[in-house]
Nanobody, 119 residues
Framework: QVQLVESGGGLVQAGGSLRLSCAAS????????MGWYRQAPGKQRELVAT???????NYADSVKGRFTISRDNAKNTVYLQMNSLKPEDTAVYYC?????????????WGQGTQVTASS
């Protein structure tokens, strides 16, 4: 079994920065694409950013130029550096990872971490 554990959320003033981390733990697995999603109250979960095992990235238009996704494959960890935070970035942020165990592929999700940018 694989677990994703997130950290780094919190409360900041608009314009501030936060860095989220998400570490995968378990045994005998390989990680493909990793990503971050977010869900604000009353809204659907939406894509924030993804990164492939080779380092190719993709961002939602709303965060381009402000957020940076990265990963450390040796640590099975994905990061999200969030700069110039806006009140509309307030949401629960979830990491996910497409993981292969043996011949099985499955998407795993973290428990979520709250990010609040106050105006």
């Amino acid at each position: 079994q694989v677990q994703l554990v997130e950290s780094g959320g919190g409360l900041v003033q608009a314009g501030g920065s936060l860095r989220l981390s998400c570490a995968a733990s378990g045994s005998r697995f390989s990680i493909n694409t990793m990503g971050w999603y977010r869900q604000a109250p009353g809204k659907q979960r939406e894509l924030v950013a993804t990164i492939t095992s080779g380092g190719s990235t993709n961002y939602a238009d709303s965060v381009k130029g402000r957020f940076t996704i990265s990963r450390d494959n040796a640590k099975n960890t994905v990061y999200l550096q969030m700069n110039s935070l806006k009140p509309e970035d307030t949401a629960v942020y979830y990491c996910n990872a497409d993981i292969t165990i043996g011949t099985f592929n499955r998407r795993y999700w973290g428990q979520g971490t709250q990010v609040t940018a106050s105006s």
